[in-house]
């Protein structure tokens, strides 16, 4: 009877033992938990490379051989432009990075949106299967980045479009009339789809175009008519701009001038138009500006 108890009080003791610890590998050591199946709404936007981009979920799920890490992103291209997205992304949790990527990236029509697939590849060593105090970083660390938290903790970095000169203004010298639409800081050049360098931001500002007169030696309208005072007295030439022969009278619309600037820039600027007479250097009243606040 002794004996019976004894070997009873060890059975006892062995299954409260496997209860209180985790079940142990044929080389005796703990075996980690598989983390859960999981998704997140993200809803947030930023905008990058001339697109406004909506992180709306992310789903983990450990049993994925390939990518465990998956998104919707709607993806809104702001530009005319016919354009199929290559955007870098990087997934910062834990102390630890996972690269991002577009699986099968579509084209997006210009001005259109579409719903586009991204992946992250996790290391099952470091991936603790809780992605929500993380945060994804778009873009590559040349450029102006986005950072988007993946929760509620975190700081947004959307680098959301700000206007400083709303609506149309014209400006008239001598044959030419330019007209200044719109001008936004933003942290891309929207028709060619490019990125503000870090530590930089854009200018941008929608340009029309008329000539007063028909026929003659026309007038090369490009990068020296267009640039921007900046606050402390220096100017800077555009990045992108119109380049025209105007023969006619007609308006030429949908330009495009944009001029990077730093981040850190404050205060009154001017957007200066500067049109010669033809065959003729500059002076003092061929130059006009339109005032920003920066």
């Known amino acids: 009877m002794v004996a019976a108890a004894v070997v009873a009080g060890c059975g006892l003791g062995s299954k409260k033992e496997s ?9 005796g050591e703990a075996s980690p938990a598989q983390p859960a199946k999981q ?29 465990q890490l998956t998104g919707e992103v709607l993806a809104e291209n702001l530009s005319k432009r016919d354009y199929t997205p290559d955007v870098g992304l990087m997934l910062s949790v834990g102390g630890h990075q996972y690269e991002g990527y577009f699986e ?23 991936f603790a299967g809780d992605f929500g105090s993380g945060e994804i970083l778009v873009g590559n660390a040349n450029n102006t980045q986005a950072r988007v938290p993946l929760g509620s903790a975190g700081t947004l970095v959307a680098n959301e ?20 639409k719109n001008c936004e800081l933003r942290p891309d050049v929207v028709p060619s789809h490019e990125q503000a360098k870090k530590g930089y ?6 340009v029309d175009l008329q000539r007063h007169l028909d026929g003659g030696n026309g007038y090369g309208f490009g990068s020296g008519n267009l ?16 380049s025209e022969a105007l023969y006619t009278s007609a308006i030429v ?23 010669p007479e033809v065959f003729k250097a500059a002076k003092p009243g061929d130059t006009k500006d339109v005032p920003v606040t920066l």
């Open 161 to 180: 479009p700000r206007m400083v000169l709303a609506g149309s203004h014209e400006v008239r010298i001598h044959e030419m009339s330019v007209w200044l």
């Open 39 to 67: 998704t997140l709404t993200v809803g947030k936007t930023v905008w990058y490379l001339g697109f406004k981009w909506t992180f709306e979920t992310l789903t983990f799920d450990p049993q994925e051989d390939g990518a």
């Open 19 to 27: 209860s209180s610890e985790p079940p142990r590998s044929s080389l």
């Open 227 to 242: 640039r921007l005072k900046m606050p402390d007295g220096t100017t800077v030439g555009p990045t992108d701009y119109p």
């Open 104 to 126: 099968d990236a579509t084209l997006v029509g210009g001005l259109q949106k579409s719903r586009q697939k991204v992946a992250f590849r996790l290391d099952g060593n470091t």
């Open 201 to 206: 931001t854009m200018l941008a500002c929608g």
């Open 253 to 275: 619309p949908d330009g495009y001038v944009s001029f990077m600037i730093p981040d850190t820039t404050k205060g009154r600027a001017a957007v200066q138009v500067v049109i």
